[in-house]
């Protein structure tokens, strides 16, 4: 019912920045949380940041402070904007969605991941 589009990945510079995208599509009101998740070469998927339809917002210490996560609803977008990049930030970005409809069984998305590499 939904589809997740990730852009905005690249090479950046220590301390530079980048803002990611994910473009939602299909049954898009029925998402009530969205998040960034992110995965480096030998490690196991972590929770980035995540927001909810409540306004509840989450981050992993590893980047609070650095990290923002916003969702544009007219555009069906969530952004993660990242400043102050480092070196350990080095990893494939994905968005994810979580949906709720009408069942109540609760649905899990995933776009298909950008990447961020940051070197000098």
């Known amino acids: 019912q939904v589809q997740l589009v990730e852009s905005g990945g690249g090479l950046v510079q220590p301390g530079g920045s980048l803002r990611l995208s994910c473009v939602a599509s299909?049954?898009?009101?029925?998402?009530?949380?969205v998040a960034w998740y992110r995965q480096a070469p030998g490690k196991d998927r972590e929770l980035v940041a995540r927001?909810?339809?409540?306004?509840?917002?989450d981050y992993s210490d590893s980047v609070k402070g650095r990290f923002s996560i916003s969702a544009d609803t007219s555009k069906s977008t969530i952004y993660l904007q990242m400043n102050s990049l480092m070196s350990d930030d080095t990893a494939v970005y994905y968005c994810?969605?979580?949906?709720?409809?009408?069942?109540?069984?609760?649905?899990?998305?995933w776009g298909q991941g950008t990447q961020v590499t940051v070197s000098s």
């Open positions: 927001t909810s339809a409540s306004g509840n917002t």
């Open positions: 994810h969605a979580a949906t709720q409809g009408a069942t109540d069984a609760v649905s899990h998305y």
């Open positions: 299909g049954y898009v009101d029925e998402i009530f949380a």
